[in-house]
């Protein structure tokens, strides 16, 4: 099991760019990525069947759709080593907390079964 506090991710909007007929990541979803290895290195690699729960507290009262942080996320929890695939997602719960100050995600992993 994983729990643990991470920082607000960008957006999808803010995640991809688009530039030449390409897509890609932007330096600002890199970033994001890498600061999520930083907090998570040395975690236990979860490898079966997983259920995911977040509470996201954003940074602000503005109105803001919660999926569009997920694939920022849980993109970066992929490349820090939480799983394999976040296609090992069977159950995803995403709950809107709280604003705090500079925004912060609870995210908690657990093996289904």
């Given at each position: 099991?994983?729990a643990?506090?991470?920082?607000?991710?960008?957006?999808?909007?803010?995640?991809?760019?688009?530039?030449?007929?390409?897509?890609y990541?932007?330096?600002?979803?890199?970033?994001?990525?890498?600061?999520?290895?930083?907090?998570?290195?040395?975690i236990p690699?979860?490898?079966?069947?997983?259920?995911?729960?977040?509470?996201t507290?954003?940074?602000?009262?503005?109105?803001?759709?919660?999926?569009?942080?997920?694939?920022c996320?849980?993109?970066s929890?992929?490349?820090?080593?939480?799983?394999?695939?976040?296609?090992?997602?069977?159950?995803?719960?995403?709950i809107?907390?709280?604003?705090?100050?500079?925004?912060?995600?609870?995210?908690?992993?657990?093996?289904?079964?």
């Amino acid at each position: 099991m994983i729990a643990t506090h991470l920082p607000y991710p960008p957006s999808v909007n803010e995640y991809w760019l688009y530039a030449q007929g390409r897509v890609y990541i932007s330096p600002q979803g890199r970033e994001y990525s890498r600061r999520v290895g930083r907090l998570l290195a040395g975690i236990p690699r979860s490898t079966g069947r997983l259920r995911v729960a977040i509470v996201t507290h954003q940074p602000d009262r503005r109105v803001r759709d919660l999926d569009n942080i997920l694939k920022c996320l849980l993109d970066s929890l992929t490349r820090a080593g939480a799983w394999d695939s976040d296609g090992q997602i069977d159950e995803l719960a995403i709950i809107r907390g709280e604003p705090v100050r500079e925004g912060t995600v609870e995210v908690i992993v657990s093996e289904i079964g």
